[in-house]
């Protein structure tokens, strides 16, 4: 994939190196940095980056009239505001100067890259922007829920899933996503991994002291907090489209077929010591 071309605006040298340092290996490439305004502008014209990453405070110009200046040249211009400062007067006024986002340093690198990853999906491309942007958040809350709720470490994967049907034996949480993008997550493991989830998360002695219900329960409690935080994640990011979950549906059972049609689904597995424990998360197609 041909790398997107990104300019950084700072005046802190330091900055500038964090920055460049953070869209290593990623399919960001810095194509100019600037120390100033005017600068920038230049920069801008001459290389007509894809996407901007834009300081507050620079020497010779605050970062929403030098914002103003780069739209002068191209209305359509995609720009980052990232600053020490974010509070709700900076952004609306940043808003109407047309800036894209905002972030408040110290930025997370992965928080950086998917902001990125959406302003220039049309260069990117759909999946990649859906992969990165969206279930990779909710790889990242699966991992971080299974760790704060049972203490369990796990390695998560994240891969697409062109499967049309999902085949389940064990539990199946089901919880719809609204808002941008539309959706579906699915929260699932086989019973054995159910029931030793469960018996960890109720503080129980032995396996025999859980009921069906109590494991299933437990699952889909935990099922709605992991996604409800991958949500979260998500929502941090991008003010404006705000995503929500629906209230959780358990299935449990054996050979449970259940369909994902016009979907693009991705499939995250977390291994754990207990099981694998896994998170399909579907996104419709489509603006």
Do not use: W
């Amino acid at each position: 994939m041909e790398k997107v071309k990104v300019m950084i605006v700072d005046d802190s040298k330091i900055s500038r190196a964090m920055l460049e340092g953070n869209l290593k290996k990623t399919n960001f490439e810095v194509c100019a940095m600037a120390a100033n305004a005017a600068e920038a502008v230049q920069l801008y014209a001459e290389h007509r980056p894809a996407v901007v990453t834009m300081d507050m405070n620079l020497p010779d110009a605050d970062g929403i009239e030098c914002s103003q200046r780069i739209r002068a040249i191209d209305s359509d211009a995609k720009i980052v505001m990232i600053s020490a400062m974010k509070d709700a007067s900076l952004v609306a006024k940043g808003r109407e100067a047309g800036i894209s986002a905002f972030m408040q340093k110290p930025i997370n690198t992965n928080d950086l890259i998917d902001t990125l990853m959406m302003l220039c999906q049309n260069k990117v491309g759909k999946v990649a922007v859906l992969r990165e942007s969206y279930a990779k958040p909710f790889a990242r809350a699966l991992q971080q829920g299974l760790f704060s709720l049972v203490g369990v470490h796990s390695e998560v994967e994240v891969e697409l899933d062109e499967r049309r049907f999902l085949d389940v034996s064990g539990v199946a949480v089901i919880i719809g996503l609204t808002g941008y993008p539309v959706g579906r997550a699915i929260v699932s493991m086989e019973a054995d991994t159910m029931h030793k989830f469960s018996m960890i998360m109720l503080d129980k002695e032995s396996l025999e002291d859980i009921t069906e219900e109590e494991a299933s329960e437990s699952v889909e409690e935990s099922a709605n907090i992991i996604v409800g935080r991958g949500v979260s994640n998500i929502n941090d990011i991008f003010k404006d489209k705000e995503m929500r979950i629906t209230p959780p549906g358990t299935i449990c059972g054996s050979n449970i077929r259940i369909a994902s049609p016009k979907l693009t689904t991705f499939r995250i597995v977390a291994k754990t010591r207990i099981g694998d424990i896994s998170m399909n998360v579907g996104f419709a197609e489509g603006d």
